[in-house]
């Protein structure tokens, strides 16, 4: 088809990996749906993507542009060439937030100089609240993307309406949180962000958040990276927020022939060398360590990990990041490993460490993986789930301690044994909490969860709701062209205005 003949579906993705990742698969997804679709984002991460969708197009012959933006002018604090959260220190995220808030000029100057190829609909990243304005002034549509799952998007709703109304209750060391459900649900100090503990609305962070779930409501409809079976009680919550807008369920949106080192950043290990040690192990025998691209663990907390990990003498692959900062100081990279791991940590031989990005898919996948140690990211969170594989958590910060009450509490397919990214992990709860879950009854239970919801959630995406939800979605936006074509700011009986 034509791209001419295509309806033009615009993409802003907000610039850090958990996002962007998603966000790229979805596009792909999108486009092999008969749509064009424009992936906007920062210059510096267009040029990390290039070659990926290039091969995409390549391969699929899809219909993706990839747009790389540069605010006009510098941002303070933000050294060029760092527009990404996994690329700056976790103290710099406000310095990233007002480089966002500066796309929105040159976002606009390059939606008009597409013409009359302009976007039947901007689908935007959650926290990025300017495309409201963006769309009106358009005259098109905004569609939210949401980068959290329905139960953490939830939370963060009830949460800052509770901050607003001075309704956040405390029972002992736990919170209280109402409007979720028809029953309030609570949370331990353990499963809770320390800033909403005692939450100052002053705080930049809460201002931040509050201000782009205000902005949820501000759409002609939201897209989410998760099943129906896996969230279906919060999934309604969202539809109550979005006040009977359209709402598609869509995840996981990870592509199921995708089990690649494709996906956000070229691996710092072959993928031989990892298959050849992995098939060396028995069949659920290993547990994956990774904490993600935001988190980067200090001396003190590698080091405590490390020996939990000795203790429960269980094999294991550990993918390692270290602060940006750490690695531009550093010039010898065996030092920076002797230095962050016990002394002999890496002479037992009951491990293998990656020192910095791994193809988690490939890993996963693999029979001999029987854990996943995680942060509990939702896309790590989801990938787990995709491949059957139960958890060990450790959230650090944001929905990430939403995430692993669901993963532990409600589907019961993981186990919580560190909090906050400045704790430390307990030596022996980390041994037990992986022997746990290797190699015990209660452990042998949770997998046989995991595995029913691996089922649901390959079903929803081959053939089922998430499927349906991607072709309702699609077939929108073809009408949505038809009625542009025809000068009208009614799309199908839906206001665009909001």
């Known amino acids: 088809m034509n791209t001419l003949q295509k309806p033009h579906v615009v993409m802003v ?25 424009s992936y906007v984002t920062t210059r510096t991460i267009a040029q990390r993507l290039r070659g990926l969708m290039d091969e995409s197009r390549q391969a699929a012959d899809l219909d993706i542009q990839l747009v790389g933006l540069s605010p006009p002018k510098s941002i303070e604090g933000l050294p060029e060439g760092r527009e990404s959260m996994d690329l700056l220190p976790r103290k710099s995220s406000l310095v990233v937030h007002s480089f966002v808030e500066s796309l929105r000029e040159p976002f606009e100057r390059w939606v008009e100089e597409q013409g009359s190829r302009g976007p039947v609909c901007i689908v935007s990243d959650m926290f990025i609240d300017w495309t409201v304005q963006s769309a009106e002034r358009f005259g098109t549509i905004r569609v939210i993307f949401a980068p959290c799952g329905a139960f953490g998007t939830s939370v963060f709703h009830a949460i800052c309406g509770c901050i607003t109304g001075n309704t956040l209750r405390k029972e ?65 919550h969202l539809k109550n927020i979005l006040n009977g807008k359209p709402l598609w369920s869509v995840g996981p949106v990870v592509p199921l022939g995708c089990i690649a080192n494709t996906r956000g950043k070229t691996a710092d290990i072959s993928e031989h060398k990892l298959v050849q040690w992995l098939d060396s192990k028995s069949p659920c025998s290993v547990i994956y360590v990774s904490f993600g691209s935001q988190a980067f663990l200090s001396q003190d907390q590698t080091q405590a990990l490390a020996r939990g990990l000795a203790a429960s003498h269980q094999p294991f692959v550990w993918s390692i990041k270290v602060s940006p900062e750490t690695v531009s100081a550093e010039s010898n990279k065996e030092e920076l490993c002797a230095s962050y791991l016990p002394e002999g940590f890496m002479e037992r ?29 939702w896309n790590s969170t989801l990938e787990s789930i995709l491949m059957g594989v139960p958890m060990v958590t450790w959230p650090m910060f944001g929905e990430q301690h939403f995430n692993s009450k669901l993963v532990t509490e409600e589907l ?15 030596e022996d709860k980390v041994e037990k909490s992986v022997r746990l879950v290797l190699s ?28 349906l939800n991607l072709e309702y979605f699609a077939n929108e ?22």
């Open 13 to 37: 993705t907000y610039p850090a990996m958990g996002h962007c990742i998603p966000s790229l698969d979805l596009a792909r997804l999108l486009a092999s749906h008969s749509l064009a679709v």
């Open 349 to 377: 031989g009951n491990g293998l460490v990656i020192w910095g990005w791994a193809p988690q898919l490939v890993i996963l996948s693999h029979p001999s993986v029987g854990s996943f140690m995680s942060h509990c990211g």
């Open 477 to 498: 936006m073809h009408k949505l062209m038809n009625c542009k074509a025809e000068d009208s700011r009614i799309y199908d009986g839906y206001d665009v205005s909001v």
């Open 412 to 426: 019961g397919i993981g186990v919580q044994f560190c909090q906050h990214m400045d704790g430390i992990p307990c």
């Open 440 to 467: 015990s009854e209660e452990g042998t239970d949770m997998r046989k969860r995991a595995v029913k919801y691996q089922k649901l959630a390959k079903q929803s995406v081959g053939g089922g709701s998430s499927t």
């Open 172 to 236: 002992g060391d736990s919170v209280i949180i109402d409007g979720i459900l028809s029953s309030a649900v609570k949370f331990s100090k353990e499963q809770m962000p320390e800033r909403f503990l005692q939450p100052d609305p002053a705080d930049l962070g809460i201002r931040f958040l509050m201000g782009k779930m205000k902005s949820v409501s501000k759409c002609w409809g939201m897209l989410v990276n998760m099943f129906d079976d896996l969230e279906a009680r919060y999934l309604q």
